[in-house]
């Protein structure tokens, strides 16, 4: 089983539509999760922290964090063309050390 | 400007001469990091360093080795390289010391012929 995994996609979404992103996890002891959002050819940039159970909003993203179920989501409302990217779930485990999932590619089409 | 820079970005060489990717943070970062990046993989850590002159194996640190003198660099060596490691390399450092919220650098794209 790996350590962090998620869908590899794509997802298709059309703009302005919610698009929702998943990934799970197999260390019940981590603690902190984030979301990473890479374009096409260029570096992974954090869009998303999130430490304890429940929803954090900023903007039009909503990181959710269960747990219990071992499962953290990353809600994009009002989905643009410029969302396009691939989105990485990257979890820190008991051993504090961060794993990243493979990603999620999402593409929102007009 | 807050910002990893990497050199080379683009890197074509041959197999068993050596080579060396430099990175360096001007944020005052405790911890610095090195990934490679290759299609259906995804991110695999290679080294990694929580404080000066002191590293630590990630998940794929084999034939490479990493130095970290000073707080603003951490350089990547490759002592032999070998065509599988022709791969895209990141930088990336965090004032977190377990690396959580991590900035990255823009990427080397090596080739190893």
């Known amino acids: 089983q790996k350590e962090v995994e998620q869908n590899s996609g794509p997802l298709s979404v059309p703009e302005g539509a919610i698009a929702s992103l998943n990934c799970t996890y197999s260390?019940?002891?981590?603690?902190?999760f984030f979301w990473y959002r890479q374009y096409s050819g260029k570096s992974p940039e954090l869009i998303m922290s999130?430490?304890?159970?429940g929803d954090k909003e900023d903007g039009r993203f909503t990181a959710q964090l269960n747990k219990a179920s071992q499962y953290v989501s990353l809600l994009i409302r009002d989905s643009q063309p410029s969302d396009s990217a691939t989105y990485l779930c990257?979890?820190?485990?008991?051993?504090?050390?961060?794993?990243f999932g493979t990603g999620t590619r999402l593409q929102v089409t007009l | 400007e807050a910002q990893v820079t990497q050199n080379p970005r683009y890197l074509i060489t041959v197999t068993g001469k050596k080579l060396t990717v430099t990175c360096s943070q001007n944020?005052?970062?405790?911890?610095m990091s090195w990934y490679r990046q290759d299609p259906g993989l995804g991110l695999r850590q290679i080294y990694y360093?929580?404080?000066?002159?002191?590293?630590d194996k990630g998940d794929v640190p084999e034939g490479y080795k990493v130095s970290r003198k000073e707080k603003r660099n951490f350089p990547l060596i490759l002592e032999s390289p070998s065509p599988n490691q022709t791969s895209l390399y990141f930088c990336?450092?965090?004032?977190?010391?377990?690396?959580?919220?991590?900035?990255f650098g823009p990427g080397t794209r090596l080739t190893v012929l």
């Open positions: 944020m005052n970062h405790e911890y």
């Open positions: 990257a979890v820190t485990g008991t051993a504090s050390k961060l794993t």
């Open positions: 360093s929580m404080n000066v002159e002191v590293t």
């Open positions: 260390d019940r002891g981590s603690q902190s």
């Open positions: 990336a450092s965090s004032i977190r010391r377990e690396g959580g919220e991590q900035f």
């Open positions: 999130i430490y304890s159970n």
